[in-house]
């Protein structure tokens, strides 16, 4: 069965707005003025817009405030939904979230977590908004500064083809003025795998492939989650299909995780479709998931996304 076979039977279904949106741009399809006022006008863009303040922002940008409820309880949990929705520059929305995140990188906004006392903390600070920036793209001179300087960490850390510890602390020293081996902020922590995900057409092919495989390989926790990639489908799912997401930018994803693909393939049912339950943490692009038939249409769509 081709894979992407199913979308027909989605489309034969009558999805809602949102689903035929996410359909349409996966397939790099015009999406027409009728279908798109109809997305951002759908539920899970109501909700991104109806909390949103007005300096565009979310309230604290990375660390949550367990004494305040929120249906965003970060910025970076709003641009997650964002991303997922797959909701671009050209609005009102992304425009405003993108001026506050590249204000706050120009330091003309006040960074609104206040500071960890770490070390590590004042080059993590920019990383944060930086990785989250890099998802809808930015001129800003700032955002390219902090690129360039994790850039040339990764090239140094893999100069010889294979990561080296001694290498990534010694140009960390140089550039942050902090080691960064088995910190929250070593190369393989989530928010870098996002910068260099959407930054990957500045990154040499070869210097991808060796990230990729390090990562693959390494034993080690991807920061912020608690996946470990050589463990595969051992992780909890909906953690390793952030990750996944992230990875599958690079374009020696599918080569190089063509064996954990090609068991997710045989997870489908007999019509094409995925369903892992309510266990499964992704976007929903529906509006609720009370039937079986709008979660694992909602779910097959996300899981697609891993092939293209």
Same mark, same amino acid.
């Given at each position: 069965?081709?894979?992407?076979?199913?979308?027909? @039977?989605?489309?034969? @279904?009558?999805?809602?707005?949102?689903?035929?949106?996410?359909?349409? @741009?996966? *397939?790099?399809?015009?999406?027409?003025?009728?279908?798109?006022?109809?997305? +951002?006008?759908?539920?899970?863009?109501?909700?991104?817009?109806?909390?949103?303040?007005?300096?565009?922002?979310?309230?604290?940008?990375?660390?949550?405030?367990?004494?305040?409820?929120?249906?965003?309880?970060?910025? /970076?949990?709003?641009?997650?939904?964002?991303?997922?929705?797959?909701? =671009?520059?050209?609005?009102?929305?992304?425009?405003?979230?993108?001026?506050?995140?590249? /204000?706050?990188?120009?330091?003309?906004?006040?960074?609104?977590?206040?500071?960890?006392?770490?070390?590590?903390?004042?080059?993590?600070?920019?990383?944060?908004?930086?990785?989250?920036?890099?998802?809808?793209?930015?001129?800003?001179?700032?955002?390219?500064?902090?690129?360039?300087?994790?850039?040339?960490?990764?090239?140094?850390?893999?100069?010889?083809? /294979?990561?080296?510890?001694?290498?990534?602390?010694?140009?960390?020293?140089?550039?942050?003025?902090?080691?960064?081996?088995?910190?929250?902020?070593?190369?393989?922590?989530?928010?870098?795998?996002?910068?260099?995900?959407?930054?990957?057409?500045?990154?040499?092919?070869?210097?991808? =492939?060796?990230?990729?495989?390090?990562?693959?390989?390494?034993?080690?926790?991807?920061?912020?989650?608690?996946?470990?990639?050589?463990?595969?489908?051992?992780?909890?799912?909906?953690?390793?299909?952030?990750?996944?997401?992230?990875?599958?930018?690079?374009?020696?994803?599918?080569?190089?995780? /063509?064996?954990?693909?090609?068991?997710?393939?045989?997870? @489908?049912? =007999?019509?094409?479709?995925?369903?892992?339950?309510?266990?499964?943490?992704?976007?929903?692009?529906?509006?609720?998931?009370?039937? =079986?038939?709008?979660?694992?249409?909602?779910?097959?769509?996300?899981?697609?996304? *891993? +092939?293209?």
């Amino acid at each position: 069965m081709c894979l992407f076979k199913v979308i027909d @039977r989605i489309q034969e @279904r009558t999805p809602c707005t949102a689903v035929q949106y996410r359909i349409r @741009r996966m *397939l790099k399809e015009d999406v027409d003025s009728e279908l798109f006022d109809g997305f +951002y006008h759908s539920k899970w863009v109501e909700l991104l817009k109806a909390h949103q303040y007005d300096d565009g922002g979310y309230g604290r940008f990375h660390s949550r405030n367990s004494k305040i409820k929120q249906k965003f309880p970060t910025t /970076e949990c709003a641009v997650d939904s964002m991303k997922m929705l797959d909701l =671009q520059r050209g609005n009102l929305l992304v425009d405003k979230l993108c001026g506050y995140m590249e /204000e706050v990188l120009k330091g003309g906004i006040e960074w609104p977590d206040g500071f960890e006392k770490n070390k590590w903390y004042r080059s993590a600070q920019p990383l944060f908004v930086a990785s989250k920036l890099s998802i809808f793209g930015s001129k800003c001179k700032e955002f390219f500064s902090i690129f360039n300087c994790w850039h040339t960490i990764l090239k140094e850390t893999f100069a010889d083809g /294979e990561y080296n510890r001694e290498r990534a602390n010694k140009t960390a020293k140089e550039l942050l003025g902090c080691d960064i081996e088995g910190s929250y902020i070593g190369l393989n922590s989530i928010y870098l795998i996002e910068f260099f995900a959407n930054m990957q057409a500045e990154i040499d092919d070869a210097l991808k =492939q060796n990230y990729l495989k390090w990562l693959h390989y390494s034993g080690e926790k991807i920061g912020y989650t608690r996946v470990i990639l050589n463990q595969g489908f051992n992780n909890n799912f909906s953690e390793l299909y952030k990750v996944y997401f992230l990875l599958s930018k690079f374009p020696c994803f599918k080569t190089e995780f /063509e064996k954990e693909l090609s068991i997710l393939i045989d997870k @489908r049912d =007999q019509e094409g479709f995925w369903n892992f339950g309510k266990n499964f943490l992704c976007q929903k692009l529906s509006d609720d998931w009370r039937s =079986q038939e709008k979660m694992k249409i909602d779910q097959t769509i996300m899981i697609l996304l *891993l +092939y293209l």
